[in-house]
């Protein structure tokens, strides 16, 4: 399954490119993921839980990122073995460019998948996949920029700024600040 997308983020490259090296950012983006730990230089650990279709199973398995050229692009290639349930397998090669207000961050995804997964058939898997494609980077997004207007309108609506007149910002830029 391949896939290419892209999303602005408003905030600087260099900010983006933090963000995606952080154990603790990629673990509260990757949907059903209960630990994340390593480094950007080591590679990553992770256990993420996930149901696909019929299929629920725990996947434990790395993440290495290479080809990395600071501020700009990386190659994130991962697996995970889920026991009985099967295999996947999978990479992403990510650009970042600086645009007016943010950073566009480009995407192309390929993903792999044996065992019991690849017999759900391909209209499960791709779709399947590129809702974890789009959740996680929708999710690193709302991690770097903070909540957009529409979330504002909830509980917290009489909040939607800091102190100061200030636009609130995602808990990312706020450890970076």
């Given at each position: 399954?391949?896939?290419?997308?892209?999303?602005?983020?408003?905030?600087?490259?260099?900010?983006?490119?933090?963000?995606?090296?952080?154990?603790?950012?990629?673990?509260?983006?990757?949907?059903?993921?209960?630990?994340?730990?390593?480094?950007?230089?080591?590679?990553?650990?992770?256990?993420?839980?996930?149901?696909?279709?019929?299929?629920?199973?725990?996947?434990?398995?790395?993440v290495v990122l290479s080809e990395m050229v600071p501020g700009q692009?990386?190659?994130?290639?991962?697996?995970?073995?889920?026991?009985?349930?099967?295999?996947?397998?999978?990479?992403?090669?990510?650009?970042?460019?600086?645009?007016?207000?943010?950073?566009?961050?480009?995407?192309?995804?390929?993903?792999?998948?044996?065992?019991?997964?690849?017999?759900?058939?391909?209209?499960?898997?791709?779709?399947?996949?590129?809702?974890?494609?789009?959740?996680?980077?929708?999710?690193?997004?709302?991690?770097?920029?903070?909540?957009?207007?529409?979330?504002?309108d909830g509980p917290d609506a009489d909040a939607p700024q800091a102190?100061?007149?200030?636009?609130?910002?995602?808990?990312?830029?706020?450890?970076?600040?």
């Amino acid at each position: 399954m391949q896939m290419t997308d892209s999303r602005t983020i408003a905030a600087s490259p260099e900010m983006v490119w933090a963000a995606i090296l952080d154990p603790e950012v990629l673990k509260q983006c990757v949907p059903g993921c209960t630990e994340m730990s390593g480094s950007a230089e080591e590679g990553f650990e992770a256990t993420v839980v996930q149901k696909v279709g019929p299929v629920k199973a725990t996947f434990k398995g790395t993440v290495v990122l290479s080809e990395m050229v600071p501020g700009q692009s990386l190659t994130l290639t991962g697996e995970g073995k889920g026991g009985a349930a099967g295999f996947a397998k999978g990479g992403a090669d990510v650009k970042l460019v600086p645009v007016e207000g943010g950073t566009e961050l480009h995407y192309d995804v390929d993903a792999k998948v044996g065992g019991k997964l690849a017999q759900l058939g391909s209209r499960i898997i791709d779709g399947f996949a590129k809702k974890m494609a789009d959740q996680f980077f929708s999710n690193f997004q709302d991690a770097v920029e903070g909540p957009k207007p529409a979330e504002a309108d909830g509980p917290d609506a009489d909040a939607p700024q800091a102190e100061g007149g200030e636009a609130k910002k995602g808990w990312f830029k706020k450890l970076v600040s």
